[in-house]
């Protein structure tokens, strides 16, 4: 998985409405290809021990895709009947975010904001 894909995926996951099983599925295969498969038609499976974890829907496993070492921060802001949710992850010792996105759920902020962090440890392959 390239750095743009990863990008790629942080956008799709900030544009999502909801939680998303297929996006938890796409994102756990780009994270975590040891755990899937490619069948004889093409289509793509994991091993029957693993389950993904719902990204997009709890903040647990959103929190579990910030690098080790990194720092997040969730804000809510339901004003004017606008809600917005923000999520930002960044380095101990740094003063400001690294990495923002901002998403209909706090869920889908953070994860978003945790694979643009995750990108930039990755190579352009």
């Given at each position: 998985?390239?750095?743009?894909?990863?990008?790629?995926?942080?956008?799709?996951?900030?544009?999502?409405?909801?939680?998303?099983?297929?996006?938890?599925?796409?994102?756990?295969?780009?994270?975590?290809?040891?755990?899937?498969?490619?069948?004889?038609?093409?289509?793509?499976?994991?091993?029957?021990v693993?389950?993904?974890?719902?990204?997009?829907?709890?903040?647990?496993?959103?929190a579990?895709?910030?690098?080790?070492?990194?720092?997040?921060?969730?804000?809510?802001?339901?004003?004017?009947?606008?809600?917005?949710?923000?999520?930002?992850?960044?380095?101990f010792?740094?003063?400001?975010?690294?990495?923002?996105?901002?998403?209909?759920?706090?869920?889908?902020?953070?994860?978003?904001?945790?694979?643009?962090?995750?990108?930039?440890?990755?190579?352009?392959?």
């Open positions: 998985m390239t750095r743009a894909d990863l990008l790629a995926l942080a956008a799709r996951v900030e544009a999502a409405t909801g939680a998303d099983r297929e996006l938890d599925r796409e994102i756990d295969r780009a994270l975590f290809p040891q755990y899937w498969r490619r069948s004889e038609t093409g289509s793509w499976f994991s091993n029957y693993h389950r993904p974890p719902a990204f997009t829907a709890s903040l647990d496993a959103a579990s895709l910030v690098p080790e070492g990194w720092a997040y921060h969730i804000a809510v802001r339901p004003w004017f009947d606008v809600f917005q949710a923000k999520g930002s992850v960044w380095a010792g740094q003063r400001v975010a690294s990495f923002t996105a901002s998403a209909a759920t706090p869920a889908l902020a953070l994860t978003a904001a945790a694979l643009r962090a995750l990108a930039q440890e990755v190579g352009d392959e």
